[in-house]
């Protein structure tokens, strides 16, 4: 299986901020990467696919990047509803997700 | 509106079986291609099975040793999940979601149904 690692695994930040959150695959996936938030006793959101592209109806604050190994999720400007769980999964083989970075106020 | 609605979960005894449901609704699910993924308590995602549009073909988690089987029912519009053997690590939420296919990513989920092992 690929190994999917994001970091950090929690982090902390106020309105307004911009947060980036890596996740790093443990052999190359190309750009098979997707992203997902969710918030507490909520289903999972899809965000973004192909490692850059943005889902319909997801706000332009959030981006991605990367290929390869190496991700990157950032939020730019973050909204008091931004604030949640968010993970990176893995495509390029059976599905794997990451572990998932807690993105929490200050 | 398009809606996944997962059924069929509850408490369970360890070496018991359960069936998952899934009812969809609002896009043509013949289409698509359908994923199982579950949520331990206070833990990650863990892809558990997915099957094509027709049904043809299924895959599960190597780590589940084939206790867990996939498969749909086009006309019904519905998803299920076999769960045999059932240990107490299986405890979890259950999702049902779209799958666009391979090398590919969740879209669409249901609100989840928690599924518990124990005695």
């Known amino acids: 299986d690929i190994q999917m690692t994001q970091s950090p695994s929690s982090l902390s930040a106020s309105v307004g901020d911009t947060v980036t959150i890596t996740c790093r695959a443990s052999q190359t996936i190309d750009i098979y990467l997707s992203w997902y938030q969710q918030k507490p006793g909520k289903a999972p959101k899809f965000l973004i696919y192909?490692?850059?592209k943005l889902q319909s109806g997801v706000p332009s604050r959030f981006s991605g990047s990367g290929s390869g190994t190496d991700f990157s999720l950032t939020i730019s400007n973050l909204q008091p509803e931004d604030f949640a769980t968010y993970y990176c999964q893995q495509s390029y083989q059976m599905p794997t997700f990451g572990q998932g970075t807690k993105v929490e106020f200050k | 509106e398009v809606q996944l609605v997962e059924s069929g979960g509850g408490l369970v005894q360890p070496g018991g079986s359960l069936r998952l449901s899934c009812a969809v609704s609002?896009?043509?699910?013949?289409?698509?291609?359908m994923a199982w993924v579950r949520q331990a308590p206070g833990k990650g995602l863990e892809w558990v099975a997915h099957i094509s549009q027709d049904g043809s073909q299924e895959e599960s988690a190597a780590s589940l040793k084939g206790r867990f089987i996939v498969s749909r029912d086009n006309a019904r519009e519905s998803l299920y999940l076999q769960m045999n053997s059932l240990r107490a690590d299986d405890t979890a939420i259950y999702y049902c979601?779209?799958?666009?296919?391979?090398?590919?990513?969740?879209?669409?989920w249901g609100q989840g149904t928690l599924v518990t092992v124990s005695s």
């Open positions: 979601a779209r799958w666009r296919g391979h090398q590919s990513e969740f879209d669409l």
């Open positions: 192909a490692a850059s």
């Open positions: 609002g896009f043509t699910f013949r289409s698509y291609s």
